[in-house]
């Protein structure tokens, strides 16, 4: 079977290690163009896959404009940037791999996957949680009995203090006008992940959060606009030469250091930081997105769950507990306990420590498995080899829109609301 041919359509952080994979995987695909406006990212990757220069697209217009150049179209642009391009591509043919959040409102959500339909192509959703082998492990376990019914489940995502600042007060996704609800942006991962594991739809939803930290009002007295200004950054936790310096001694060239710059070293980052957003004062940016938040949901047949994102934590794997009729299961990413009521025994399952589920590991894996999953999907034109299917991943995204309606309003949302 040819190898899947695949246009990258934004070479950010997400395009680019989807073209890494690709590239260590040429039996499966190739990437044969892609479209990004700075060539300071395009570039290096279409000389990595040896792209003509008429393989090298500016705008992504320009590639939709022509007759179908690839099977399949990733479309990894920023949150704002999702429904234009995929409504294109599906519109041309394209199989569509789309990065998450599918698109920042409810109807822009349906639209994709209505155009997907429409066409008769495969449409895959980056929920790559679900495609994690810790995840699979996991499901293993529920889906066997040996907790019985699942009851309650009690989920964390801790986001990390770095993390938040980097991405979420000084990064791409600091506002949500600008892209999405931190909900949506960071955590409809998670949203998506609890109904995989719990198998059952939510029917109701409940949420609470705020911007507590990252504020004006919280900043030390004499903090300056920019960290290299700033008297205080020495006893700053969220210092950004500090956090940067760190990871450039660490000799570290990928996430998060190339988002700051193509080519990362001492000289470039500092210039970054000097000049550009990620050296400004976390007290002193213009985001807007929630760091803490709640969310409270009860599933078809009376199971309930909690989900807490918080800014507030070391970068650690997520944790969950999980409470059956017969046992429980802890699992925090590098193990799953399983803990038997019967017997009053206890049993532990190790997985691979690269299955951490941070974003600088690949989620676990869950990157690699994703498009170990997809790809082949387009080449048998299978849509059953989709784990995360445009109609599976709408229900998810409808239920992180429930919940940021729950906040904001103060009030349970039935998700009837949603699904009619």
Not at 43 to 57: I, K, M, Q, T, V
Request: aromatic share 8%; net charge negative.
């Amino acid at each position: 079977m040819a190898p899947v041919r695949v246009l990258i359509v934004g070479a950010g952080s997400r395009g680019s290690g989807y073209a890494a994979w690709i590239r260590r995987h040429p039996e499966v695909a190739e990437v044969v163009a892609v479209a990004e406006p700075r060539a300071e990212y395009r570039e290096p990757l279409a000389d990595a896959h040896g792209l003509p220069a008429d393989a090298r697209f500016t705008d992504w217009r320009d590639a939709a404009a022509l007759p179908r150049l690839a099977d399949a179209a990733l479309v990894c642009t920023l949150d704002d940037a999702h429904l234009e391009p995929a409504l294109a591509f599906a519109d041309r043919g394209y199989h569509l791999l789309v990065e998450k959040p599918l698109a920042q409102t409810r109807a822009d959500c349906e639209a994709i996957v209505e155009a997907a339909r429409r066409n008769g192509v495969l449409l895959g959703v980056c929920h790559v949680l679900r495609y994690a082998p810790y995840t699979r492990l996991l499901k293993e376990v529920i889906d066997s009995g040996r907790i019985g019914e699942i009851v309650s489940v009690d989920h964390l995502e801790p986001v990390g203090f770095w993390h938040q600042a980097h991405s979420y007060v000084r990064g791409n996704w600091r506002r949500a006008a600008d892209t999405a609800p931190m909900l949506m942006a960071k955590s409809c991962h998670d949203l998506d992940w609890l109904r995989h594991i719990v198998g059952r739809d939510a029917t109701s939803v409940s949420s609470f959060g705020r911007l507590k930290h990252f504020r004006p009002e919280e900043a030390p007295a004499g903090a300056a606009d920019r960290c290299v200004d700033c008297p205080v950054e020495p006893s700053c936790a969220y210092s950004a030469p500090r956090i940067y310096g760190r990871f450039v001694a660490e000799g570290r060239t990928g996430w998060p250091l190339d988002v700051l710059t193509p080519k990362p070293d001492a000289e470039s980052v500092a210039a970054a930081l000097r000049d550009g957003p990620y050296g400004r004062c976390v007290y002193h940016s213009d985001n807007d997105v929630v760091d803490h938040q709640v969310v409270a949901l009860e599933f078809e047949g009376g199971a309930t769950a909690t989900f807490t994102m918080t800014a507030f934590t070391r970068a650690r794997p997520r944790e969950t507990s999980i409470f059956g009729t017969h046992g429980e299961v802890y699992c925090d990413g590098d193990r799953i306990t399983v803990y038997d009521f019967l017997t009053d025994t206890s049993e532990t399952i190790d997985v691979a420590t690269a299955n951490d589920g941070l974003i600088d590991s690949g989620h676990g894996g869950g990157d690699d498995a994703l498009l170990a999953s997809f790809l082949p999907a387009v080449a048998a034109g299978d849509p059953s080899l989709v784990a995360t299917s445009g109609e599976d991943a709408l229900r998810s995204h409808l239920l992180v829109f429930a919940a940021e309606q729950s906040r904001l309003e103060g009030r349970v949302v039935p998700l009837r609301e949603y699904t009619g």
